[in-house]
């Protein structure tokens, strides 16, 4: 059996180890991947004040590392009479607009991770 290039291989390392562009699992078991866009280890690696001194206070024990925000949509989508995208609910009163239920483009999450933590991540191919 040949293997399917577009196959991903999750891997689990080091909180420490995180680069930006890495995609983690921030919730095992439910599949909430993101990508990383920022690892901050020390002060020095933080452009902003805000992240620079979280970072300070937090003296080496942890990694401050950020994510895009992306959340999946759960359900399929159509267009009502008016063409708006919806996403269909569990009954019709549940519909909603795309609109309202998709990230902003700017999103992003700051989560901390111990130095020793273990994240899943996926691994790169090619």
Sequence with gaps: MTED?????EFRVPAV???AGDLVNTSPGEDDWQE???VFRKP??????EIRSLVESLDGRYVVVQLTDVAPV???VFFDADGVAMIYGEDAEDDHAVADAASTADGIRTYLY???ELVSVRAKRG
């Design 74 to 76: 759960d359900g399929g």
């Design 114 to 116: 111990t130095k020793y």
């Design 17 to 19: 180890e995180l680069r």
């Design 5 to 9: 290039p577009r196959a991903a291989v």
């Design 44 to 49: 020095s690696d933080a452009k902003s004040t």
């Design 36 to 38: 990383v866009v920022g």
